[in-house]
Each structure stands twice: as structure tokens, then as C-alpha cells.
Nanobody
Framework: QVQLVESGGGLVQAGGSLRLSCAAS????????MGWYRQAPGKRRELVAD???????NYAESVKGRFTISRDNAKNTVYLQMNSLKPEDTGVYFC?????????????WGQGTQVTVSS
């Protein structure tokens, strides 16, 4: 099994910054990708950013230029640096991991961390 422990959420004023962390542990010999999704009240969960094991990144259009995803492979940890935060960035942020086991893949979710941006 895989465990994802998130930290770093909180309340911040518009224009401020937060840094989220997600540490993975367990049976994770081969990680395909790690990333972050968010879900605002009444809305669907959406991709914020992810990074493959090769270092390729993918960002939602709404966060490009403001958020940066990074990984520490030695620690199996992914980070999301969020700058110039806006009220519309408010939501629960979930860490997501995709792993390979042989020829199969599966994925795991963290418990979520609340990010609230006040105007």
C-alpha cells in the first residue's frame, strides 16, 4: 500500500504564497508521476500540476506562471509552490501518485489539505 501525507495548507491573503508538501511512503518502487489536484466547493476535482518521473511537468492554464511543482526523488516528496494566490485558488488540494507494478499501474490520493485565499 501507499501513504501520502500532505502539509502546508492554510489561510492566506490574496497575493500571498503557500508551499504544499506531499511525502509518499510504502510500496512505491516505481513512481510514474506525482502531482496536485484541487476541488473547490460545488466543483469537480481538477488538475493543478503534475510531474512525471522524467521531470516533465503539466500545469493548469489558470496557475501557469504562478505555481511551480518540484520533486525530491530521494525523499519521495512533491512540492507545490504557490505564489500570487487568488481567491479562486481556494479549495482542498489533494496529492496524487501514479505508480507501476509490473505491467500495471494504479494511483493513490492524499487526504487533502485546505487552502483558503481571502480577498
Amino acid at each position: 500500500q501507499v501513504q501520502l501525507v500532505e502539509s502546508g495548507g492554510g489561510l492566506v491573503q490574496a497575493g500571498g504564497s503557500l508551499r504544499l508538501s506531499c511525502a509518499a511512503s510504502g510500496n512505491i518502487l516505481r513512481i510514474n508521476s506525482m502531482g496536485w489536484y484541487r476541488q473547490a466547493p460545488g466543483k469537480r476535482r481538477e488538475l493543478v500540476a503534475d510531474m512525471t518521473s522524467g521531470g516533465s511537468t503539466n500545469y493548469a492554464e489558470s496557475v501557469k506562471g504562478r505555481f511551480t511543482i518540484s520533486r525530491d526523488n530521494a525523499k519521495n516528496t512533491v512540492y507545490l509552490q504557490m505564489n500570487s494566490l487568488k481567491p479562486e485558488d481556494t479549495g482542498v488540494y489533494f496529492c496524487h501518485l501514479v505508480r507501476s507494478i509490473g505491467t500495471m499501474t494504479d494511483d493513490f490520493w492524499g487526504q487533502g489539505t485546505q487552502v483558503t485565499v481571502s480577498s
